[in-house]
């Protein structure tokens, strides 16, 4: 009946352990008490959490993302402390726990972290950028977002029901395997892996379809916005490496429950082949997200210097670049396998050529700040902030290519600086700057700048003060992962490490101040125009918050920057002589319900309660079915509706005399165009 | 006017702040490295490999350093209360500089893929370092938590212990009787993976007198911490001695002895053995392989020989 399932299982073995177990549980009663204390549940249930609107799943993603990236952040601080105190003493921490910790770190920080927020802003974004008034499959976007959340939700059940994994976020066999890591551990991190690799794929899927089929009459592909660029290769890079990923821990996960071989030490399994299919996925994975943040930045640093994105074409041919370079580089993850010279010198050599476009775009956004008028809101901050530390990371990541290197600082903390190099400055800053630049355009109020600059401040002193220390203790040899460690001369970098990550811990509560400050005042910072920032894509020619079906009237693209454009030659705000009617889909509860089916079948399997994971499989099915059958899935908004929206619209607009941007002493104005050079 | 500068002068001073603050760090962090692994290498292969650090690190300079003076420039010039610096809105192309953009960069990638190349193959971990010298074979068996070294020429084993002598050359083979660990020496250089079924190879060597530590780097369970040994690169004579002190303290390493040692054990103190069992490190491999002669030694999927 309940598998493997005992009372065993609940974390009163340890203090740390139960404490974190507490905070979890204790989190979630607090919020369902908050949405029962403001009787909000009809209100989340029939708007939020049935809802098929891409922009309220993308508002969803992103609110995941932050519970996330505080939780993820809780374990490198418990990490940080550890090292700190760990020289020649056991730190306050067992190996055992130790190392569910780092392997829950970086799992939450790539799958439900970086990954949500990355779909959040895709979701919020993308339609609008193009014209469309929707995605291709909204209710797939409905399954996605469950998907993954149901995975996060398993990553939360890990830390009150059993143990997590401790083979770390990429789960290496053959310790991954059931004859080295016995119990539930590393069939959490796989299932979670498994259930939400298919609400990625799917988002894969359904951003590539959008952006190739719903852009509106003129936006041709090289007048696309930056941002939505990179989303679309992005979209390639997930449908071509999910796949491996979802394979590769099939394969494990039958080696673990069924006796299977793959991967095992004995009986002709070969653990090589799990790393290679892993890094298949690993390496495009992480421009995966570093793609949409270079999007971001695009799109910040052409809005805030006022001024024209420079080398939009090589921009777009340097993003085709590194999505075609990432699928050649996967072997750099592990030169010291004992391939031959020939093979690591092959994947070394494709592996500097991807800093050829990646330093492309640095010097292209620069060049884009050159002769600009540059604004420093937190977006801007941020971007220049990446723009300065990212080449570090790129110079580290360079000498990691070159496998001599490499055979030195491979599974150092050389290796985790660098990495944490590329995500937080790249990754983790665009996808913060894209949160502060579109907030008005999800909520209609803008964020609070002084605590965002603060924030801005913290993050990237913290980060210095954290991660430079990381590389020095590669140099000094010392390996990733150490629980407790015997040598003096590393204690006083992790020390500095510490303060660091005690840094960037202010940096998370500037967040948190600025998110709590910003809904109390918001009515000072409201956005009337849906265009807080005199920004240059249409995204901005829609409301704040954006009607349910984004445009009333498709625009016509006629130029690059298509909104900037429309401004110039006064069409923005046009009303139109009359409304049409619009086919909307019908919100449904079938996403939530695979969602959690997903989840439940997922938490099931890990414990082998097989006839509850057969239950779930014929939910999911049913409700497929049952979807997939449905013909009354959409209603139409009637031309009458739309006109009232928009007229309000209008009369909101009539109380915004000019631009907010306009009170800004860096505002340029729509000068007079000086001609190109 | 005037708070417009004064905005623009605090926003300055925080600046220097976080770059001093930043700046200190990094300087701090200098603390100590001067005589770590990287920088002060006891061996050729690390030696050759610092030369190629610091050579790719210089020639990279050439992209890293104009972006941080254009940033710097940039942000203080353009920024938008200086109204006196020329503002060109469309200005978003302009041949010359995308040709350099791409070219330097490129150009960059062509000179280190060329010592990229050179260098791989120059300090491939499988190459003897010496043709003409016939190098001290020691064969490392990766165990739960600990590594054992078998010097079949001279019919001992060691636990947690390696000794070399000084300027000759050491062929290590490298397998694992658990799962995958990584044999790394940072003073002497490279690091290769141990994988059960499996042979690697690693070749070092050590030209100056010390005791360096190693020890396994890849994750592999709770006792991974501890999983260190010292190496004690000595002049031959002090070698010979460490041999004949080890055949006299040592007990005899048959197969019993050895699969109780197999078992997982932490900070497990240095061990000697005399008298090993023949064709241990081939059986360990075997017992794995299943006797698939595609895994065997000398046909195995981790030697490939060009």
Known sequence: MFGRLTIDSLPFYSAVAASGAAVTVLGGLAVAGAITYFGAWRMVMTQWVSSVDHKKIGIMYIMLALVMLLRGFVDAAMMRSQQAVAYNSDGYLPPDHFDQIFSSHGTIMIFFMAMPFLSGLANLIVPQQIGSRDVAFPFMNSVSLWLTTAGAGLMLISLVVGKFSTAGWTGYPPYSGVEYTPGVGVDYWLWMVFVAGFGTTMTGINFLVTIIKNRAPGMTMFRLPLFTWTMLITSVLIIFAFPALTVACAMLILDRNFGFHFFTNAMGGNMMNYINLFWLWGHPEVYILILP??????????????????????????????????????????????????VNSFFGTMT?????????????????????????????????????????????????????IDYMMHNTTFLVAHFHNMIIPGVLFGYLAGYMYWFPKAFGFKLNEKWGTRAFWCWIIGFYVAFMPLYVLGMLGMPRRMEHYDIAAWQPHLIVAWVGAFIIMLGMICLGVQLVVSIRERNQALDLTGDPWNGRSLE????????????????????????WDMKQ????????????????????????????????????????????ALLALVVIAGTIIYRASDDDDEFIMTASEVKAIEDERFAQLAKAPKNEMADEPGFAGNAAPEPAE | MIVRHARSLRWTTRATAAIAIVGLTVLCAGCGVADGPTLDPKGPIALTE????????????????????????????????NRKARYTPNFDFYWPAEIIVWSIPAAIVVWLAFHLWE??????????????????????????????????????????????????????????????????????????????????????????????????????GTGFADQQFQTHAQSKEDFDAWVEKVKQEGKSLDAATYDALAKPSEKVPVTYYSGVEPGLFDKIIAKWSHGDMDRMPHHSQAETTE
């Open chain 2, 50 to 81: 610092r030369g190629l650090l610091f050579k790719a690190t210089a020639i990279m300079m050439i992209v890293i350093v104009p972006v941080f003076i254009m940033a710097a420039w940039f942000t203080v010039r353009y920024r938008g209360t």
């Open chain 1, 352 to 404: 500097t050529i991807i800093s050829v476009p990646t330093g492309v775009k640095v010097f292209d956004w620069l060049l884009t700040m050159y002769r600009g008028r540059i604004i420093f809101k937190p977006p801007m901050l941020f971007t220049i902030g990446f723009l300065v530390t990212f080449v570090i990371g790129g110079l580290s990541g360079v000498l990691l290519a070159l496998p001599p």
């Open chain 1, 540 to 563: 901005w020619a829609t409301s704040s918050p954006a009607a349910p079906y984004n445009f009333a009237v498709v625009p016509k693209v006629e130029s690059r920057d298509a909104w």
């Open chain 1, 293 to 342: 943040a270079f999007g971001v930045f695009s799109e910040v640093v052409s809005t805030f210097s006022q001024k024209r994105l420079f080398g939009y074409i090589s921009l777009v041919l340097a993003t085709c670049a590194i999505g075609l370079l990432s699928f050649t580089v996967w072997l750099h993850h592990f030169f010291t396998m004992g391939s031959s010279a020939k």
């Open chain 2, 119 to 220: 260098y791989t193959y120059k300090l491939d971990p499988y190459t003897e370092i010496d043709p003409s010298v016939k190098p001290l074979q020691v064969q490392a068996i990766a165990q739960d938590w600990k590594w054992l070294f078998v010097y079949p020429e001279q019919d001992i084993a060691v636990v947690n212990e390696l000794a070399m002598p000084v300027g000759t050359p050491v062929s290590l083979t490298i397998t694992s009787d658990t799962v995958m660990n990584s044999l790394v020496i940072p003073k002497l250089g490279g690091q290769i993976y141990a994988m059960a079924g499996m042979q690697t190879r690693l070749n070092l060597l050590a030209d100056e007198k010390g005791t360096f530590w190693g020890r396994n780097v890849q994750y592999s």
């Open chain 1, 569 to 612: 030659r006064g069409v923005a705000y046009e009303r139109p002589a009359e409304y049409e009617d619009i086919v909307m889909p019908k919100n449904t509860y079938a996403g939530v319900v695979i969602g959690v089916a997903g989840g439940v079948f997922g938490f099931a399997a890990i414990w082998w309660m097989w006839w509850l």
